[in-house]
């Protein structure tokens, strides 16, 4: 009888290995299959209702839509859009005049929609509403230094200015403002637009930029600074597409043509914000309007009510899965590439270091940055792709840096004993040396999986879900409860993992090292 | 033909970053013999058991073993026939006693029913109590570990044992017993061994033949009454006056 008995650690490890292939590649056929009409919005609350109403829109005209919320700024949103990931999204004139188009001139609406059709995307006429930058002030704190106008601020250069990111590195943002109302040096600095008013409102910053339907104007009782030099361009709201989406979806988009006026925008940006719930607030409209298509609105409005009101259960399950998802995945990724990586790198030598060195260089970038970078390449764009990916580069370093040391950190007896018995390579690794060294690689897929649950929240910025949706949407409102609705969820799941690990730990590492 | 020494070191040097561990080295290892390499801390015998099980490859030089030269490509089918035993008993820690001693009839696909019977015989031989056989190292005393390190050693039934400086790190007692018990079993296997030790006393005990060593030169070989007697070098009697008197202490 001939017997050949692999170890049970040994078993389980090349299970653990091999099982899971299967079912990602599930999974990534599943990401690729046909979608629906795919909608995109920015990160903010205008943005969202208005990817709200256009799904909705396009619900009424019996065409399966789905709305990607927040998933970023203009440049992700229109590279989003020209990749295909997402076929529409709402946009304003001056963004697409000065940020897409590149130029530092006014164009009319015919000659931008001509440019934009050369790059196969279409444009819809204005909405009905312009939400043109604009620069605010605490009524309470402008009126007694008598400002009236942007022009007013050249005679108070100690004013403290908290402007988004995004303003100040626009064409037509701040650089060129401070130039044209010749500001001299004055004291900014960039902050998150929700965090802005926190800070308006404190007294930390004096002027901030605004949008001029932003509901937080009426709400804080703000100054909208007039723009004496008539510096902002017009920023019409239309929604930018897809020519090669299909013909009835560019009709119902269409439909919205001139039906949204700066009122009413307000006012939905108002009830967003009140009740932290976009498809409420869009649900408005349908309702106080005749939308593009009567018969249907009110049965369209109740289905969506209905996925508004989605219970937080729900909605914590959605998340949690899909965050579960992306750190699942992309774990399982940095430890199929990480472990062989390891093994590699344990060896020594040139490769070994040039391998540690590409791994701990990926840690070093910021994972924001790591994003932008990946979203413009060909393969990835605004996708749970591009998440995934990210996620097992940065998982990358823990275990193949663990993997190496627990091999060179076997003492030489063992290793020349493994050698002097005369097994053969494969035996020696998989029957003596990852064994012995289990410990160090379980420990680094440890801190891989809890960085990774910490990581995945990020995710949503590029339109991947996870539970970093709340956050993001909290972020943007400023309400706290919300954040904590993805926080403390993202929290428990570190620790579980932890424990989930502690436990395997007992499973996988062999007795004898235990004792 | 078993006039012909099992093994032959022939010429053999190994340079380590320009220093010279080992240096042009002649040695015979004769069938059924205990060979003894002895020599201060440093002197290069560590690397002549590395050497002949293939561990190292020599600078220059040839070693063979049973006539033929070794070949890295049938590197692995020489060590089957060589039993390795190191000072801390190089024991897998995740394998429990049993496991260590059986991993390579495993790993070669012997029969179950003969390798459990040699098991049985092992335990006998090296004095190890069969119920110890499902302790991990850890659990095991040092004495213990270098009894079953032996028998993973004597598991094939190897035609050369290398041991280095297998009893170093035991305490003199349990030392005692197992030079008595290594004696009985390369006497009752007619084993062919090559042992390293820095104890003159053990080297006598247990060698046929003593070779003394120093910075990776064979200073003199033969019998201990031979060095003490007819001393090749002033460092033989240094040496040998080293051991005596501390032993008179
Ligand atoms: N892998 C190695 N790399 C560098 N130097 C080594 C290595 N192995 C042994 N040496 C050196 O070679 C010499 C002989 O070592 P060794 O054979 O272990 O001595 P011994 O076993 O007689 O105490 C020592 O000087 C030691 O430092
Ligand atoms: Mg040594």
Redesign the interface.
Known sequence: ?????A?R?ERAFRFLLFSCVPAFLIFLSGSLSAEPVVIGSKKFTESYVLGEIAKRTLNDANIPAEHRQGMGGTIILWQALQGGQIDAYPEYTGTIVQEILKSTDAMAGAVIAEALGKRGIGMTKPLGFNNTYALVMLRRRADPLGIRTISDLRKHPDLKFGLTHEFLDRQDGWSPLVVAYGLSSPNVAGIDHALGYDALRTGQIDVKDAYSTDAKIAQYDLVVLADDQKFFPRYDAVFLYRLSMNEKAIAALRGLEGKISEGTMTRLNAEAERTKDYSQAASLFFDSSPGPDGNSTRLTSRVSRSRGGENLGHKLVRWTTRHLELAGFSLLLSILAGVPLGIWASRGGGIGHLILGFAGVVQTIPSLALLALLVPLPFFGISVRTAIVALFLYGLLPIVRNTATGLQDI?R??R?????????PA?RLW??YL??A?RSILAGIKTSAVINIGTATLAALIGAGGLGEPILSGLNLNDHATILQGAIPAAILALLVQWFFDLLDRVLI????R? | MTADPLVQLIGISKTFAGAAAVHEVDISIEHGKTTVLIGPSGCGKSTLL?LI???LEPDSGEIRFDGAPLHTGEI??I??R?G?V???????????ARRNVL??A??L?R???ETVSRLSELCALARFPENLLDR????LSGGQRQRVSLM?ALMLSPELLLLDEPLGALDPLVRAALQKDLKEIFARLNQTALLITHDLAEAAYLGNKIILMNEGRIVQQGLLTELREKPASEFVTTFINAQRSLAVL
């Open positions: 009888m001939r017997i050949r008995k170890g650690q003492p007896g063992l020349e004993s493994a050698i002097a018995l005369g097994l053969n035996a029957q003596i064994p012995i289990s062999p007795k004898g090292l004792l | 590395r099980i293939g561990l692995d089918r060590r089957h060589i390795y190191i000072q801390e008993g190089g024991l897998f820690p995740h394998l429990t991993l390579m495993r790993h696909g029969a179950e029913n991990y190292p850890l659990e993973r």
